[in-house]
């Protein structure tokens, strides 16, 4: 039977997000908003991936015709949709 240390390190989760950013992005913002991020613990960043202009993007249908820039991310520690706006704003 496994010791209790052994189980907790075996079972550690992680927690995947998407950010999407609409309009173009300059890799200044990207590299501030990957510090801001630090808190949660990255384990990994995705490369920011950049889709063609678009008449009314999915998921921003309020702004017509814009790139929208999105970018896989790993996280140790639990992050919510607000914290992540609110560090991007920042």
């Known amino acids: 039977m496994k010791n209790f240390k052994t189980y907790l ?15 173009d992005v300059d890799s200044t913002f990207v590299k ?8 949660f613990d990255p384990v990994n960043f995705g490369s920011l991936k950049t ?4 008449l009314k993007p999915a998921d921003f249908p309020a702004c017509a015709n814009q790139r929208v820039s999105s970018m896989d991310v790993e996280f140790r520690y ?9 560090l991007a704003q920042i």
């Open 51 to 54: 889709t063609p202009v678009q």
């Open 32 to 39: 501030d908003l990957k510090d801001k991020l630090a808190q």
């Open 9 to 23: 390190a075996e079972s550690e989760r992680t927690y995947r997000y998407r950010i999407k950013m609409v309009g």
């Open 78 to 86: 639990p992050a919510i949709e607000p914290q992540i706006k609110q």
